[in-house]
């Protein structure tokens, strides 16, 4: 009669540890569904910050050395937006290199960008004096992507195909 008893007991215990593991399994399942997409979330919003690309992308920006002619905007004094408790003026003093594809159809047009560097300044002087002191010294990468798309939407063209800020000194 006590073996039978133990059994019984052995056996209560054994379908109380498989509910139970299977409560856990059902919980820790839901919780990692949940955790991979935060990860997947973070990814996304780190690689749109990075300026990350897709390989297709990539590939249409990549030129070769022999193609890449540069043109240099210096000594640009830009004042920056004011941020909510700055009381102070702040300015940027910047330098910005312009990376054209000698290849691309458009560049025989407006290769010369001599004739056109106030619009390009215009442009540019623009694009960072909507941002803060802050901001463009924790995201410069930001602000060259936008005088980019501000400079291409201009000639409505991709032959300028990069923007660099060659100096920036944030005061």
């Given amino acids: 009669m006590k073996k039978n ?8 215990l054994l379908v109380v540890n498989i509910v139970l593991s299977s409560i856990t399994l059902l919980s820790v ?10 990860v997947t979330d973070i990814a996304a919003a780190i690689n749109l910050d990075l300026g990350g690309q897709t390989e297709e992308e990539k590939q ?6 022999a193609d890449v002619v540069t043109y240099d905007i210096t000594d640009l004094t830009v ?12 300015y940027a003093m910047l330098s ?19 004739a056109r560097e106030s619009l390009i300044k215009g ?23 936008e005088i980019l798309q501000r400079v291409q939407a201009m000639f409505d063209s991709q ?5 660099t800020f060659s100096s920036i000194l944030i005061q």
């Fill in 29 to 38: 399942s839901g919780t990692n569904r949940k955790t991979a997409a935060l």
């Fill in 123 to 145: 442009e540019i002087n623009d694009a960072v004096s909507q941002h803060t002191a802050d901001e463009a010294r924790e995201n410069s990468h930001a602000i060259e992507e």
């Fill in 60 to 65: 249409e920006v990549t030129v070769s050395m």
């Fill in 159 to 163: 032959f300028i195909y990069d923007v």
């Fill in 5 to 12: 008893l133990i059994s019984i007991v052995i056996l209560a």
């Fill in 79 to 90: 004042p920056l937006k004011k941020g909510e408790n700055d009381e102070k003026e702040h």
């Fill in 96 to 114: 910005v290199t312009l990376s054209m594809n000698s290849k691309d159809k458009d560049y025989k047009t407006y290769g010369d960008l001599s």
